[in-house]
């Protein structure tokens, strides 16, 4: 790193101690964007990189609600509104008893590069809550939402900062929070939330638009090979909606996940999760009990291993981790440079450590791609919602999927591009921070001191 880059970095760490993943994704991306910072002296003389690693508001509140037992809980909520200088904060939320503040800053920083990859005016934010929805009733998580969204409505809006779905918070928790958010407001005020059900405003494909996104990106991936996706294998972590929508869209394609993973074990089906009854399957297994994906096993006859990942399954063409950060360290990492598996898409929000990633970019054999421009089709039909909410239009699946295909295009494209113009190869990890800093920077400089 230049002088400029390493002082930001080392004040950077100084400030936030105890914040370890938001350091990780900070270091992750100010170590690709050198190239960028060298040919424009201006960031340096405005202050870009500082100013961009602060945020521009962190909410903290606390959530008092009552279970069926009428006994009182509190929980801390959560909001990291880091960067509008491209449109109104937009990130989802996430209850999750590991949610913290390191964990919604490392999210939301991330989320500004991912959004500005988009092409779409959005900004970077995030939010969530330490609240575990898992064993819940409909009730207590109606509480939950309700209270949460009582505290959260102040700082939220249609042009201010539009919050969508994420880890423990699905179409369900959604409807509950835009609930409250309309009982308060008393107007139906669509685009203020994102992820919301069809009948209420919400986008058709939005539950599977990250999974499919990151198969689109895929297919770029394998044309630059001079291959098809169709006959390829894939090994996957995690049978949420994301990993879901990988299963569906790889279906379509004519390609197949034979390894899934969750966090009972991991699943090794040979044919495939490819037929109508193994992917609704799929959603009953999660819904019942989203800690255990060994039902699959008993249900199709397959192999189940136990307590451990599929990150060193030799079979397959593709690794897409698509769970939690940091799911993939340096003991896989070396196990995946052995397997000979020649692609790693990277899916769930930092799925790998620093180590792991550096080690396997230096693997000649293995492509690696990165989350911010791998998952960023979730955010994007996120902002499809809500230009259909402003519009007061609806779009058919033909419609919302032929746009999403068009985005990750292009989100493929400008990451290729931005690395080749820096010098830096084929590089798509580089290329994407290189692309979604330089449009944020350049909006930042335009707006001046802010």
Known sequence: MNAYLERVLAETKAKNANEPLFLQTVEEVLS????LINAHPEYEAASLL??????????????VWMDDQLKYHVNRGYRVQFNAALGPYKGGLRFAPNVTL???????FEQIFKDALTG?????CKGGSDFDPRGKSDGEVMRFCQAF???LIRHIGPDVDVPAGDVGVGGREIGYLYGQYRRIKGAAELGAMTGKDIKTGGSILRPEA???GAVYYLEEVLKHDGLEIAGKKLAISGFGNVAWGIMKKAAELGAAVTYFAGPDGYIHDPEGVVTEEKLNFILEMRAKDPMRCEPYAERFGVEFVPGTKCWDAKDVDVLMPAATQNDVNMEWAKKIAASGVKYYIEVANMPTTNDALVFLKEQKHLLVAPSKAVNACGVSVSELEMAQNSARLYWDAEEVDAKMHKIMTNIYKSSADAAERYGLGYDLVAGANLAGFQKVADAMMCQGIF
């Open 102 to 108: 390191d964990t919604m800053k490392f999210l939301g």
């Open 32 to 35: 690709s964007v050198e190239p």
């Open 50 to 63: 500082e100013r961009l690693v602060e945020p521009e508001r962190v909410i903290e509140f606390r959530v």
């Open 210 to 212: 990250t999974g499919y």
């Open 149 to 151: 969204m009582t505290e």
């Open 120 to 124: 779409l005016p959005i900004g970077g």
